[in-house]
């Protein structure tokens, strides 16, 4: 059975992913600031934690759930982000600095505190947005 740690899972693509892997006899971490989607869907096979990339706290929470219940994790999904939508005149400077805690360094904290626990034959897969590729010009208001 694998084992498999994703983020952003109380909708979008977390959300779908966690009832895929579910149905694959996987066994899942589901992280999310919002766990009720994915507890409300009482699978056996999947743990649902409140979770936020830029909490120092809800990390090593996570660290320690690892630690204590699983031996290792196969792999570990950093899907979950954060966007601010609004002219990139207008953006300020904190909010620039909460988009980049939570999808630069959340992702790496949590990537780095998985990756011991990872089998040789482990991934680690990063989700990103279009907005990241193709800019504010398609998707305007999403520079930040």
């Not at 971490?29 to 409140?50: D, Y």
């Not at 505190?113 to 040789?120: A, C, F, I, L």
Request: hydrophobic share 40%; proline share 4%; glycine share 6%.
């Amino acid at each position: 059975m694998k084992r498999i740690v994703i983020t952003g899972t109380s909708r979008g693509i977390g959300f779908e992913m966690v009832q895929l892997f579910a149905q694959q006899d996987c066994e899942i971490l589901a992280l999310s600031r919002n766990p009720k989607p994915v507890q409300e869907l009482n699978l056996s096979n999947v743990r649902a934690l409140p979770f936020d990339l830029a909490s120092t706290k809800d990390l090593e929470n996570v660290e320690s759930f690892l630690k204590e219940n699983w031996s290792s994790v196969d792999i570990l999904i950093n899907n979950a982000g954060k966007l601010v939508n609004k002219p990139f005149t207008e953006i300020t400077a904190e909010e620039l600095f909460s988009v980049y805690q939570t999808n630069a360094m959340g992702n790496f904290q949590l990537t780095q505190k998985v990756v011991p626990m990872m089998k040789s034959d482990g991934h680690v897969v990063s989700i990103s947005t279009m907005g990241g590729v193709q800019g504010s010009v398609k998707f305007p208001g999403l520079s930040a």
